[in-house]
T-cell receptor, first 113, second 110 residues
Framework: GESVGLHLPTLSVQEGDNSIINCAYS??????FIWYKQESGKGPQFIID?????DKRQGQRVTVLLNKTVKHLSLQIAATQPGDSAVYFC????????????FGKGITLSVRP | DAGITQSPRHKVTETGTPVTLRCHQT?????MYWYRQDPGHGLRLIHY???????DKGEVSDGYSVSRSKTEDFLLTLESATSSQTSVYFC?????????FGPGTRLTVL
């Protein structure tokens, strides 16, 4: 719920601008990565995923970039909208989403009208 | 929400009482998970199941037990609730290489 966003870093962007949310992951053996969006009072919602044999994947208005050398993942949101305001989590696993996921702590995205 | 329900959605209980949370899915997926979410900690895995009667511990399993007697139901039990178990609990299922989350249960232990 609302308490999810407490104590998290916040990214504030202007409506219509592009957003970039970054995540550092911990396990060099991880081969599957997911971005989730969580709105207040709801469960996390899948946005996009990427496997370690790729360095970029595009969805609708979102792009995920993976840099395995520095263990870094980013989520780019094009033309950010007020409905994009939420907490965003990256997650990593070994062998896919059926395996245990390890989540980052999350970042709050706030879109200014 | 990909056919996942959780019950109850909200519960207030007292320290020392047993509590059971239920996760129910209609997707017939093999894998099910229980997470807890606390401010500043993200989601942490409590227990998971990879089939009926097959379960394993996650990173924060102390004080929790689970049971899976049929594919569609995964129960999380707090044997003797403590205030540190006040949290929001999420169930998830995995299928088609995606994990889908339920709506959550907010548990308060007084």
């Amino acid at each position: 719920g609302e308490s999810v966003g407490l104590h998290l870093p916040t990214l504030s962007v202007q409506e219509g601008d592009n957003s970039i949310i970054n995540c550092a992951y911990s396990n060099s053996a991880s081969d599957y990565f997911i971005w989730y969006k969580q709105e207040s009072g709801k469960g996390p919602q899948f946005i996009i995923d990427i496997r370690s044999n790729m360095d970029k994947r595009q969805g609708q208005r979102v792009t995920v970039l993976l840099n395995k050398t520095v263990k870094h993942l980013s989520l780019q949101i094009a033309a950010t909208q007020p409905g994009d305001s939420a907490v965003y989590f990256c997650a990593e696993s070994y062998t896919g989403a059926n395996s245990k996921l390890t989540f980052g702590k999350g970042i709050t995205l706030s879109v200014r009208p | 929400d990909a056919g996942i329900t959780q019950s109850p959605r909200h519960k207030v209980t007292e320290t020392g009482t047993p509590v059971t949370l239920r996760c129910h899915q209609t997707e017939n997926h093999r894998y099910m998970y229980w997470y807890r979410q606390d401010p500043g900690h993200g989601l942490r895995l409590i227990h998971y199941s990879y089939g009926v009667k097959d379960t394993d511990k996650g990173e924060v399993s102390d004080g929790y037990s689970v049971s899976r007697s049929k594919t569609e139901d995964f129960l999380l039990t707090l044997e003797s609730a403590t205030s540190s178990q006040t949290s929001v609990y999420f169930c998830a299922i995995a299928g088609n290489n995606e994990q889908f989350f339920g709506p959550g249960t907010r548990l308060t232990v007084l």
